[in-house]
């Protein structure tokens, strides 16, 4: 699966070079062929912000952010940079107005979709205890290796940049990562109605590591082809969701019940109750998902294959 992914991220940082290249020829912008993107997430951000100012026929912001995601380019071979952990950022009231704050307001603070604008993709500014955050990050860190080797490298293939912001008024984040921002997720720690312990943290990161594959899967092929009208009763949501949206969370959620029916088996005490509780959790709601998927998806035959495999996987 590793082997798949790493194809998958050459893949498609390939076409959005192709793509940086062609506009930089076409608007002439100087640019260098021997950069690289490494999955850089504001290459791709900004190389996304710039398209759609191209289709807001907006000049300025076209260059602006052309400019932008060749700056974040590398000369650097990305076979040449060793993997690490996710770097953690938090947005506070000083930092959420820089150049990375801006950017993903840019991407993520919009309506959910045209028919509920709950204001679910808003946040603000990070207002709790900095430090503690970071260390249970680097902690869910530290067990998932312990635990899963395998969802430990999952992870930090797919992730290299974690950013902590807070709630507003209006409502808020609690975890999300778009193709647009691929390599980058949000976290919104202690929510209303969650705390984020370890295990949660673990969750999160399992959760949009998912999310990140398949978004990568996407870019060769739609996975799904109920038409994104079609919308349907989630488990986990008040409002109805696409098709596609559905069968992300069943992939989403069967690897996070594939690591935590590791981890019971490798847990005891406390922590055995904690994993038992988040394995009980997530696994029912995989398995509405996917009866959901199984009885009204019309899936592609690779979107199929991963719907198996998963299926596989958890049973």
Avoid at 221 to 244: T, W
Avoid at 272 to 297: C, D, M, P, W
Wanted: net charge neutral.
């Amino acid at each position: 699966m590793m082997d798949a992914i790493e194809k998958n991220k050459l893949f498609f940082e390939e076409e959005v070079y192709n793509s940086l290249r062609y506009l930089s020829e076409a608007l002439g912008v100087s640019f260098i062929e021997k950069l690289k993107i490494n999955f850089n997430w504001k290459v791709f951000a900004n190389y996304f912000l710039c398209v759609d100012a191209l289709k807001e026929k907006n000049q300025k912001k076209v260059k602006y952010y052309l400019t932008n995601a060749l700056k974040h380019c590398s000369d650097q071979p990305g076979n040449q940079i060793k993997r690490q952990e996710p770097a953690v950022l938090i947005l506070n009231d000083l930092t959420i107005s820089n150049e990375t704050g801006k950017i993903l307001k840019a991407i993520y603070d919009k309506p959910d979709n045209a028919v509920n604008d709950d204001g679910i993709y808003a946040f603000g500014p990070f207002l709790g205890d900095e430090m503690a955050e970071i260390k249970k990050i680097s902690q869910a860190l530290k067990v998932m290796k312990a635990l899963s080797d395998y969802f430990y490298k999952f992870v930090i293939s797919l992730i290299n940049q974690i950013v902590l912001v807070g709630l507003t008024d209006r409502g808020s984040i609690k975890s999300s990562s778009a193709i647009k921002t691929l390599g980058c997720i949000i976290l919104c720690p202690n929510t209303k109605t969650q705390k984020s312990t370890i295990n949660q943290y673990i969750e999160d990161l399992i959760h949009e590591s998912s999310h990140c594959e398949l978004f990568l899967e996407q870019a060769k092929d739609q996975l799904v082809n109920n038409p994104a009208e079609d919308l349907y009763a989630a488990p986990f949501r008040e409002d109805k969701r696409p098709m596609a949206g559905i069968y992300h969370a069943n992939y989403v959620l069967g690897n996070i019940v594939t690591y935590f029916s590791q981890a019971v088996k490798l847990s005891t005490g406390d922590h055995l109750k904690s994993n038992h509780y988040f394995l009980k959790r997530a696994l029912s709601s995989y398995l509405e998902t996917y009866n959901i998927v199984e009885k009204q998806g019309d899936l592609t035959q690779r979107g199929y294959e991963l719907f198996r495999g998963m299926r596989e996987k958890v049973a």
